[in-house]
């Protein structure tokens, strides 16, 4: 473009730098545009990956529900086997004051 413009005028060596330029600029713009049309399979295959990961993301969600129902089930088991310890504990004292009492009373 710049060469044509020389051809039938006669630029000042700042019209010249400046059509340069404006050359330059156009030649990288052309390689971004061809970029970003190169970039589409990669985005593509980026968004295939993170649905990807958002459904095993729900997968394991659904696990961690499991597993929390899991573990509520067994914290109310430890809850009544504590239960039964404390009876059995309480049982021990009463049978311990009552052997002792029978002991005392013994001649």
Known sequence: MSENLEDTHKLSPFETLVLQRFDEMNDRLGKLEARKFETKPIWEQ???????????????????????????????AIRVLNDDVVQVRVDLRGFDERITTLEGSRP
């Open 46 to 76: 980026a968004l295939a990956e993170i649905l990807e990961v958002k459904a095993e993301v729900l997968e394991v969600k659904s696990e961690v529900v499991l597993v929390g129902k899991r573990i509520d089930k067994c914290e109310r």
